[in-house]
């Protein structure tokens, strides 16, 4: 059917990545084509480049209908094991499907590997062949040669639904309609009868043709008794037989109402975790929907780790029924290969579930590796910084930001009534203060484990069976279900905490926090020393710089001499019985409370410098206690307050460049075209220096001079403001006369 060698031309193939295959002779890697001379390869000569996507498309090709397909390349192949990985996806212009790989390490020579396609027969189709390579360590890459696509057995005359599984709604004594589609990939046309399986009212045809080589659509009416209750689901069955060969599919119809919960689970096991999320999905299938509780799951599997249930590696969206396995005939819809790490794709699946499966109360649960709010910096180490890794698209991940950006997308709207009752973290480390606080703007209950998670993760049965009997509990009370479910199925061990998240008392917490951060700062030059030895002491999780908030207080409380230490750290412990909902822990972690929180040097730059993004960094002063007591305890200067502001000082408008020591850039360029406020502050010694822009609602630009007409290499640029130490000076802004310049931009004043 197709054969392309590389010998005449490059085939009409063509890069679609970041990184450029080349056509030609090889001289690196293997050292010659597997046939003739020429080959396609990540590097002809060389290696590949780090954190890269190389993507080889081949030109469209017609596949024939009526009979099975095989796809075949000889490949040779070396990358970094474990990191860097290389796959083959078919995409049929409305989606890409993974059929090979991903796979990772070396071949030692050239091999040939064959796949099966014959899902694609009778479409037009392009073949992608993939390497992603992470931050670092490079290898000599993949080089394809003699690609083939061939003819199998005829395909059998049988129907074949496009969807498996629709579902619908009527109030009482109205109908839904359903389209349904029948596929015919053989090279003869069918004639199919359809027959029903029913108690409700149905009307559709009992027969019809399908074309050879095409498909039939066809419409069912269900309709839904006048004296149903509200919320009732029935199941209709659709039978499409050639009297040889059956398919089927179900069609649920819901009576009017609204359901009362939709619990949604975003299951990310593109990775490691494939097995274990095929348990889980069989813990939820356990209990199934009911009327009143409906269980969607978005699943991403990936090959190589379990080749079960089908060894599909596409993602796929289930409404889970009782008994349900988690095969791909039972799933509602395929969507491809997608990146479950992207939050664009929690807002789709948010957007659907709430459009197919309405409920008055929502939870959310967020299935995969984590680790808190660290984002991903160099080497990507296990565990998976932040939250749901995709193996499959370059080991992307989302961290907090990304998800709450997908819940205001979909409708969750930041600090009103319009929220989830629960979101839960199915992942590690996720048990943190800093995670909690930005989602409480989004749910009324936060569950997490402060600890790792062990890789079967959260027992579902449980939580859902009580879910089910009594659609009526609380937000609280599912929160309490899963924690306890949790710590009991491995034998009262382990952490697990439900957090009532609603701004009373979660608003309490956080005052008594930066409160508690303000009392410390205050007796910083004596105590500083006692902070380390303290927090060295304090109950932490996996050796992360995660430790437990209300562990730490007590400690502080035990040593400290100040009664305004004292008070403050009982208020933070107070605070933190109030809002636990339920925890739980193991002997192993005997110091945990529910919440950790950040108190360490790794990560320090990167915890400072989102410090403006994360609302615990906005709503508490954690941020600033960590920024003096790592800086030898110096004193941080607000420049609003301790240093003397002489504004309206005469400034040039002249445009020049600056390097830039606080956001990365090598330069910026001030922006001439709105009003300018220009102040002045003189330090008298070197000092750290926060310069900030408060309840800013239109778009200004903060830089700081030391010079009035000029930008030299002491000044600094930020959007929202400047976090200074820089990394100048041991640190601290040298002592001088500086210039803010509060900059309007596109004329914003």
């Not at 409480?440 to 062990?454: D, G, I, M, N, Q």
């Not at 750290?569 to 110091?591: N, Y």
């Not at 310069?691 to 800013?696: F, G, R």
């Not at 000044?715 to 130490?725: E, K, M, R, T």
Request: charged share 20%.
């Amino acid at each position: 059917t197709y054969f392309e060698d590389f010998e005449a031309d490059d085939g009409g193939y063509t890069n679609l990545g970041g990184g450029l295959w080349e056509w030609g002779v090889p001289t690196g890697g293997p050292g010659s084509a597997h046939s003739g001379s020429n080959v396609w390869a990540t590097n002809l000569a060389g290696n590949y480049v780090t954190q890269t996507q190389y993507i080889l498309a081949s030109p469209e090709i017609t596949l024939p209908c009526g009979s099975e397909l095989f796809l075949s390349w000889w490949q040779w192949y070396a990358t970094e094991s474990g990191w860097d990985f290389i796959s083959v996806a078919v995409d049929d212009g409305s989606s890409t499907t993974t059929v090979y790989g991903p796979v990772s390490g070396a071949s030692g020579d050239w091999e040939r590997q064959e796949v099966d396609i014959s899902q694609f027969a009778g479409e037009t189709v392009r073949l992608l062949f993939k390497l992603t390579s992470d931050e670092v360590i490079m290898d000599a890459g993949w080089y394809l040669d003699d690609v083939s696509i061939v003819q199998g057995c005829p395909m059998p005359p049988a129907p074949e639904f496009e969807r498996d599984v629709l579902s619908g709604r009527a109030e009482p004594g109205a109908s839904a309609f359903y389209t349904l589609t029948l596929l015919n990939r053989s090279l003869v046309p069918i004639t199919v009868s359809l027959t029903y399986s029913h108690t409700w009212p149905l009307t559709g045809p009992t027969s019809l043709t399908v074309p050879a080589c095409g498909q039939r659509d066809f419409v069912v009416e269900v309709t839904v008794p006048p004296d149903t209750p509200t919320n009732t689901v029935h199941t209709s069955v659709v039978y499409a037989t050639t009297g040889v060969y059956t398919d089927t599919a179900l069609l649920r119809t819901r009576a009017g109402g609204v359901t009362a919960w939709t619990f949604m689970v975003y299951l990310g096991a593109d990775n490691n975790l494939e097995g274990a999320g095929l348990e889980d999905f069989l813990e939820m299938s356990a209990v199934g929907s009911t009327a009143d509780v409906n269980i969607v799951v978005q699943f991403d599997r990936i090959d190589g780790y379990d080749d079960g249930y089908g060894d599909w590696t596409d993602t796929r969206r289930f409404y889970i029924t009782q008994g349900m396995t988690p095969d791909p005939d039972n799933a509602v819809e395929s969507l491809g290969e997608v990146n479950m790490g992207d939050g664009d794709t929690l807002r789709d699946f948010l957007l659907w579930a709430l459009g197919n499966y309405p409920a008055e109360n929502y939870a959310l649960v967020l299935w995969d590796h984590g680790s808190g709010w660290e984002p991903v910096r160099g080497k990507r180490p296990p565990p998976i910084k932040a939250i749901v890794g995709d193996d499959t698209n370059g080991y992307d991940y989302m961290d907090d930001q990304e998800v709450m950006a997908a819940l205001t997308e979909a409708g969750f709207e930041y600090d009103s009534a319009n929220k989830l009752a629960l979101i839960g973290f199915d992942a590690c480390l996720m048990g943190m203060i800093e995670v909690a606080t930005d989602m409480s703007h989004f749910a009324e209950v936060v569950v997490s484990s402060e600890e790792t998670e062990p890789g079967d993760g959260w027992e579902y049965t449980t939580p859902l069976q009580a879910l089910v009997n009594d659609p009526t509990i609380s937000p609280d009370q599912l929160g309490y279900e899963i924690v306890e479910a949790y710590y009991t199925s491995y034998g009262n061990s382990e952490t697990q905490s439900a957090l009532n998240t609603r701004p009373d008392p979660f608003q309490d917490l956080l005052n008594a926090i930066d409160q508690f951060a303000l009392a410390l700062l205050d007796h910083m030059n004596t105590d500083r020393n006692m902070y380390g030895t303290v927090r060295d002491q304090t109950q932490n999780f996996s050796g992360e710089p995660h430790y437990d908030l209300y562990d730490f207080a007590e400690r502080i409380q035990n040593e400290s001499g100040y009664a305004d230490v004292d008070a403050a750290a009982q208020a933070v412990m107070d605070a933190v019985d109030t809002v636990a909902i339920h925890e739980r822990h193991g002997t192993g972690w005997p110091g945990a409370h529910g919440t950790a929180i950040y108190f360490d040097a790794r990560y320090l730059a990167d915890y400072l410098g989102s410090s403006d993004e994360t609302t615990f960094g906005k709503l508490t002063r954690w941020d600033q206690f960590l920024q003096v007591y790592y800086n030898n305890g110096d004193p941080m200067l607000d420049v609003s307050s301790a240093v003397d502001l002489i504004p309206n000082v005469p400034h040039s408008d002249t445009t020049v460049g600056a390097t830039n020591h606080v956001e990365g850039y090598g330069s910026v360029n001030r922006n001439e075209s709105g009003p300018e406020d220009v102040f002045r502050f003189t330090l008298a010694q070197p000092l750290p220096v926060n310069i900030t822009l408060s309840d800013c609602s239109v778009d200004l630009d903060l830089f700081l001079l030391d010079g009035p007409n000029e930008f030299t290499d002491r000044v600094a640029w930020g959007d929202d403001g400047i976090n200074l130490p820089t990394t100048r000076d041991g640190g601290r802004l040298p002592a001088g006369t500086y210039y803010v310049v509060v900059d309007g931009y596109d004329g914003a004043t």
